[in-house]
Each structure stands twice: as C-alpha cells, then as structure tokens.
C-alpha cells in the first residue's frame, strides 16, 4: 500500500511520455536516461520525489514505467518492451547511485522536508542537488521553535516523559534520526504500563516513512531470520518487549557499533551486510541479557517513564496531536544534536536512569563484592555450597540486588582465587558439597573496624 502511494506521487509530478518512434524500447530508455528521476544502487531502482531518492522494489518498476507513459500509448508497449528497458538503464552506469556512500559521507546533515540542516554548523541548506538521501524526516525544519510551539508535547513531558528526562529523550530522538553513528547506543524506555512508553517511541518511528523501520523486538533481535529485517533500515522500534533474555549479545554489539552482521530470510542465501539502524525499545518488563557484560550495559541509554497516567485521564487521540507539532518536536531534537556531539556523546541521562545502569553493572560484580564482604580465603577453611549461597542470597536482600543463580554462582566462587575448590568437606559420616579454601567471617571479623579506623 504505501509503495502504491509513493508510485501515485511521483507519477502526479512528471510530464507523461508520447510515443512516437517505432522503436519503443530504444525510445523509452532514451526518455529514462534524460530525465533521471529512475536510478539505481546495484540492482535496487530509486525514484526521485523532490526531496529524496525513494527506494522501490524491482517488482514494481514495470507498472511505474508503463503509468509514465501516455494513456493513449501504453497498449503500444509491450511487455517485453519494458523488461528491456528496465535491463539497459539498470546497466547504465550514469544512472548508478551510492546509497551507502552518500550516508557514511552526509552523517552530518540531516534532510528535512524543507531544508538540509548541518547539524554541526546550524547551516540550513535548501539546494540539494549536491548531496544523496534516500530518505526525508516527515517534518519541516523550524530553527527559532520553543517546547512552548508545541502545547500539547510540553504536557506530554510534564505528566510522562518526566522534566528530568526532558534533555535525554531530545538528545536520543535527535540521534535516532539522524546518521550520526559513533555513540554506539541504543535506547530503552522502561516503566509501568500506561506510561506514556509506546506513543513516545511511535512518535520518534513516524519520522520515517514505513519501508525505513523494522520492528523486531529485543529478545529477537540476534536471531539471523530477524536480523535481516534490519538491512536498508534507518530504525528499530519495538513497543511490546517481553522478559525473555537476549542471547548472543556479540550480535546486539555489532548493530549498535554498525560492524558486520549476517541475517538470512527463510531458505534463502546468508547475507552479510553492515547495519546503520537505530534501536529504540519500549517495555514494561525490565531488559536482559544471557551474558551480560559492563560493555553490554555501557550501550544502554535508559529513559524512564514512571508515571501511569489513569484511563480516565488518558487521551486517545494523543499521539495525533503530537504528530501535529511533529515540526516542533524534531526540530528540538535535530537542534539538540551539535551538543551532544559536543559532549563526545553524553545523553544527559537522568539520575534514574544513570541509577538503572549502575544497579546493573554492580549486580555482574555482586558475587565477588560478597566474597570480598562477607568471607576470608583461608586454605585449610571450608563452607558447604548450601550455606555460602544462602549467605549471598540474605547480602543481596540487604544491598538491594539481584541474585545469579546457584550455577553462575559457583562459576564465580571458582574463579575468585585459584586456591578455591569445589569438593566433598566435613567429617566423614557428613560429608556434603561445598567449597575449600574459604570460610563464611566470624562475627568479630564482621565487626572489626576497617584499617582505617585502626590507624591514628
């Protein structure tokens, strides 16, 4: 459907073609080629809509060509006639195009419908004949514009997003949809239900036209036939996430730093290609990965919204009107972008949201802080399994973390020094499994001041 409507768009500005030579196919490619509104990347056919080229499949190029010609002179045009003309232009080397080229190249200018903003200079340029997109952000560039332009998003930030994530959700829609690449993050909405989450994050994916978002969602995400869906996409945006762990996170890396990845669509050839998506998730549930690491998490940009809003206070017709003040809305945030690039990339996150990131990262060190807390290493000291991670489960209650299970546990009391192992102690008659070479501290060596105190 909505390419039927980019077909009817550039078909209702271009003047139709007359057929007047008996050669149609050598008439019709001389037409193509002199008007230049039909390229090419690869085998990938663009056309021109006036502020973009606008990707098409192959399998609608003979209909485009045959509705560019006159009413009158298309039951002159065979079909045949077209598959030869569609083979000479797409071999043209003149009507080639670098799509990915003019993106690593323009990173820095973002196209408006209006205008070309350079979002390190603040220059506003208007002749594109210069420069390739092949998309345009669905809303004119307003460079004098307020939070205050915008009534209906002012309130939005007030009762969902939170004032104190004001700066952070500019700053990551900024960057959601523009070409910048270098912060290698992600983002992540996280809350309660009714929270404003999912119209936030539909919000930031309307600045593109459909073709250009995927919506694979967060445990999906490194699953190859999923993967694929993010080849020629400009953003990821999923709004309904379940618990279910991401696995393979090396994936979830790569896309985030645009290195290769492979995606294959079912019985079909793998296909390794280099990712400059986006990824925006939204979620009631917390995020979580099989293998998590300090770099996994350092990828993370966390917004939290943790205001429900009541039913009954609730307006259905919210996300139109911020669709309203879309010209608004994405002009802050394109604005917000020399800043952040400024910053080397600082999200301003909110102490919430910084809070979520720590808590994270303190929990993959929890068994070691634990051990390095509550237990000696002693080589002729011994504890059961039982006992040691009861211990860490009453430690964790008392920190505020959350637990590894019974079987990382033991893969990080093994590795805390060389001289633990995991074996049979006590006497023989009740002999159980647990761990050598440290002990559980006795109450005096809990309560014994630090060395601190001890030096005066």
């Known amino acids: 459907m909505f390419e039927l409507l980019v077909i ?26 002199n008007r230049g509104t039909i390229k090419f990347c690869g085998t990938t056919p663009y056309i021109w809509l006036k502020t973009h080229w606008q990707k098409i499949s192959r399998k609608s190029l003979p209909t485009l060509i045959r509705n560019m010609i006159s009413p009158e002179d298309r039951t002159k045009v065979k079909n045949s006639h077209i598959v030869e003309v569609i083979k000479r232009i797409s071999d043209d080397i003149n009507l080639q195009i670098d799509v990915d080229g ?19 200079t ?28 915008a009534p209906n998003f002012k309130n939005f930030v007030e009762r969902s997003i939170g004032k104190e994530n004001y700066e952070c959700f500019l700053a990551s829609t900024g960057y959601a949809i523009s070409s910048l ?15 404003g989450k999912s119209t936030a994050a539909r919000l930031v994916a309307s600045a593109f036209s459909p073709e250009l978002v995927s919506n694979v969602s967060f445990s999906q995400l490194t699953d190859s036939h999923y993967t694929i869906m993010l080849l020629g996409k400009r953003l990821n945006a999923s709004f309904d996430n379940s618990p279910k762990p991401m696995s393979h996170e090396d994936v979830f890396k790569s896309i985030t730093s645009c290195e290769e990845i492979m ?11 280099r990712p400059t998506v986006k990824l925006l998730y939204a979620s009631n549930y917390p995020f979580s990965f099989k293998h998590p690491d300090e770099a996994i998490y350092r990828r993370m940009i966390i917004l939290p919204f943790e205001n429900s809003v009541p039913k009954k206070e609730q307006n259905p017709h919210l996300f139109e009107k911020l669709r309203e003040e879309r010209n608004v809305i994405f002009s802050l945030a394109a604005m917000s972008l020399k800043e952040l690039v400024d910053s080397n990339y600082d999200f301003k996150m909110s102490a919430k949201g910084k809070a979520y990131i720590t808590s994270r990262i303190t929990e993959l060190h929890s068994v070691e802080d634990f051990l390095s807390d509550r237990t000696t290493c002693d080589k002729a000291g011994a504890c059961s399994a039982a006992v040691l991670y009861n211990n860490y489960l009453e430690w964790c ?8 299970d019974k079987e990382k546990f033991k893969e990080h009391v093994l590795g805390f020094t060389p001289y633990i192992f995991y074996k049979k102690i006590g006497p023989r008659q009740k002999r159980l499994w647990g761990y050598s070479g440290i002990r559980l501290k006795s109450t005096e060596e809990l309560n014994a001041p630090d060395d601190e105190k001890e030096v005066k």
């Open 263 to 273: 995606g294959r669509e079912l019985y079909e050839t793998p296909v390794v290609f």
């Open 122 to 149: 603040g220059k506003i340029i208007t002749d594109r004949s210069k420069y390739l997109f092949n998309y345009v952000v669905d809303a004119d560039f307003m460079p004098r514009c307020t939070l205050n332009d």
């Open 102 to 120: 003019a993106f690593w190249r323009q990173q820095n200018l973002l196209n408006f419908h209006n205008c070309v903003l350079d979002i390190l």
């Open 397 to 404: 209650r008392e920190n505020a973390l959350t637990p590894v």
């Open 181 to 195: 690449t270098a912060a290698k993050v992600a983002f992540f909405y996280v809350g309660p239900h009714d929270g």
């Open 8 to 33: 009817t768009m550039f078909l209702s500005g271009i003047s139709l073609i007359i057929i007047s030579d008996k050669d149609v196919s050598s008439q019709l490619t001389k037409e193509l080629i």
